[in-house]
Structure formats: structure tokens, C-alpha cells
């Protein structure tokens, strides 16, 4: 699958909108704001369609993969769009990132951990903003413009290594003087 | 104090929703920091133990609070089991440092929490016991627990 898919799901109390871009899509954020509600919906739907009282509108088929099982599953899933929800044992697993990396779907991952076995883009992880009945998604990470580096207002900078992104860094930071930690 | 594991251990409580909805009392949401918390956090109001209402949602029941309140819940009331706070948003992170101002709670994280500028915890991986203070400092820590080849979370 390629291409921007749109994805939104609502229903009496509240609507959700995602613009999926990539395969990975990660959602992390605050307690409170809806992610736990989101993925209930979406399974809700793929198990009662439309007598869920729940509105999708997404051109793929979506699904919330979860329990023991999920192996199966996921190999008879095509073309899908596939929620994981946080706290789901399998999501950091070695044999859940070896198992969909040759798969047509995208992935929709609900999680606050680091996943270094998935290769996934920081403009794919976004956050769930509180916002009434219609919550916001939002990129966590913002790009940095020029106007940003001139000013530069951080005090920290943590970079992988000390390569082009500290070289970078320390020339645009001169007057700041805040310390590096890099990893060698 | 605060005592964190990065990373898994055996005994722990990893997904905390389903624990809480098989283990919670009614009456736990009864008391000053759980109304503080399902307030700040869910922004609902308790009305009754086990009844709590929201202006969008209407009344629902505990088992329904984010997870992030369910696993404050849990490591309030059930002081032996170790959960796992990755459940728990940053906005949980003031509750997590008052609940351990007066006794020790051990829980596992299985990512770098923000809990601001001004706090203290103890790593204890490798056995150590280590107070952090500085952001930064936990930073580093969480990345050299959390992303090492071995671990799968």
C-alpha cells in the first residue's frame, strides 16, 4: 500500500480524524485524551460494522490486532489498516517487527515505548490532543527552521553521534554554549 | 521514592487496563486523590463509587477512566504488585512523584517519562540505586535501558 489514506471514526460523542502517510503510524500522548477510546471504536466497528453505532470512513479496512493469535491473523490481513493498542505484549517483539515488514497494510501503533526493531519516521509519530468532542492529531515532532536556529532556545541538545547533526548543532548554538551528550 | 526499573521484569503488571478491570473496588475513586486525579486527568467528576460523570461522555464507570488514572488507582490501592507506568502519560507524572512521597513504590518504564525539572527518582536497574534529579540524566538512562539490542520492551 502507498499514498496518503485518510482515516476518521465517529460516533454520538466524539470524532477522531488521521491522516495515515506512511506504513508506521505511531500515537502516543497524554492519559486522558482518547487513545484507548479511538482503538475501542475501531474494533467495535470491525466487529459490528455499521449496527455499532459508529461511523468509519476509511477506503481500506480496518482492524485492531490483538491476543494470542495475532500471527494468524496478520497473515490473512491485506491491504488493511492495523491499530495495535498500548500495552499489547507483542508490539515490542522481535517477531512482530520481522512479521510485518513485507506486508501490504499500514500500522497504526498506540504506544508510548520506543520501538528500535520497527523502522518508522519521526514525522509519523503524533499525539492525541484534547479538544472536546473532536480531538486533535498532531505531529509530536516539530522540523526546525532557520529562524529557529538562529534564535536557537534550547538549553540541551542530544545528538547520535559526532558526526553532521553535531558539528551542526555546535555552530548553531555559538552563543549559547548549552552541553552536548553524544553517544560514541 | 520513587523506584523505576527501565525495561521488563517478570513480577510486573504490564498492561495495567485489564488488571484494573479485574481487580478494582468501587470504592476506590471515593477518595480526595482520586477525584483530584480523575478530574485533572479524565476531567470527569465522581459522583458516587463507581459512577463517574463526564460533560461528553455522561456517566460511565472506573473500569472506562483512562488507563494512565487506572494505573494511579492501582499503584494507590494495591501495594504489592508492580506495575507498569509506561501506561501512564507525562500528565501522570506529578501523581506518580506524590504517591511515593511517603513510602517506596517500584514500578517498570518502558519508555523516558517526562517528569519535568524538579524531581527525584531512583533507577534501580543492574541492582543499583541511583537518584536521579536531572532530566537529561534520566534521558540517557532510559535510552541505555530501553534500546539495547536485548530487549524487546
Redesign the interface.
Known amino acids: 500500500m502507498k499514498g496518503k489514506i485518510s482515516f476518521s471514526i465517529q460516533n454520538r460523542?466524539?470524532a477522531f480524524k488521521l491522516d495515515l502517510e506512511r506504513n508506521v503510524t505511531i500515537i502516543t500522548?497524554?492519559?486522558?485524551?482518547g487513545k484507548?477510546k479511538l482503538i475501542n471504536m475501531v474494533r467495535m466497528y470491525s466487529e459490528l460494522g455499521k449496527s455499532s453505532g459508529i461511523t468509519l470512513k476509511c477506503e481500506k479496512p480496518c482492524i485492531v490486532l490483538s491476543g494470542s493469535s495475532w500471527e494468524t491473523v496478520l497473515e490473512n490481513t491485506h491491504e488493511s489498516i492495523v491499530f495495535v493498542e498500548?500495552?499489547?505484549?507483542f508490539?515490542?517483539?522481535?517477531a512482530f517487527a520481522s512479521a510485518i515488514q513485507h506486508t501490504d497494510n499500514y500500522y497504526v501503533f498506540v504506544t508510548?515505548?520506543?520501538l528500535?526493531?520497527i523502522p518508522y519516521s519521526v514525522d509519523a509519530i503524533k499525539q492525541i490532543v484534547?479538544n472536546?468532542?473532536k480531538p486533535k492529531t498532531e505531529k509530536l515532532y516539530q522540523k526546525i527552521s532557520v529562524s529557529d536556529v538562529s534564535t536557537f532556545p534550547y538549553d540541551?541538545v542530544?545528538v547520535e553521534d559526532s558526526k553532521a547533526g553535531f558539528i551542526f548543532f555546535s555552530r548553531a548554538s555559538e552563543k549559547k554554549s548549552p552541553?552536548y551528550?553524544r553517544r560514541r | 521514592m520513587l523506584r523505576i526499573h527501565f525495561g521488563a521484569l517478570p513480577e510486573e503488571i504490564y498492561n495495567t487496563e485489564i488488571y484494573y478491570e479485574n481487580q478494582y473496588e468501587k470504592e476506590w475513586v471515593m477518595d480526595d486523590f482520586a477525584k483530584k486525579v480523575i478530574r485533572d486527568i479524565d476531567a470527569s467528576e465522581v459522583v458516587a463509587p463507581d459512577v463517574i460523570q463526564n460533560e461528553i461522555f455522561g456517566t460511565f464507570g472506573s473500569t472506562e477512566l483512562s488507563a494512565g488514572v487506572k494505573t494511579l488507582l492501582l499503584i494507590r490501592n494495591v501495594k504489592n504488585k508492580i506495575f507498569n507506568i509506561s501506561n501512564c502519560g507525562d500528565n501522570c507524572a506529578p501523581y506518580l512523584l506524590e504517591l511515593a512521597k511517603d513510602r517506596d513504590i517500584k514500578v517498570t518504564l518502558h519508555h523516558a517519562m517526562n517528569f519535568g525539572s524538579n524531581f527525584a527518582v531512583k533507577v534501580i536497574n543492574d541492582n543499583k540505586r541511583k537518584v536521579i534529579t536531572d532530566p537529561t540524566e534520566f534521558l540517557l538512562l532510559a535510552h541505555h535501558y530501553l534500546r539495547g539490542e536485548e530487549n524487546e520492551g
Open positions: 460523542h466524539i500522548g497524554d492519559s486522558g485524551t484507548t498500548e500495552s499489547t505484549s508490539l515490542s517483539s522481535h508510548r515505548e520506543p528500535p526493531q484534547k472536546g468532542r540541551v542530544i552541553v551528550f
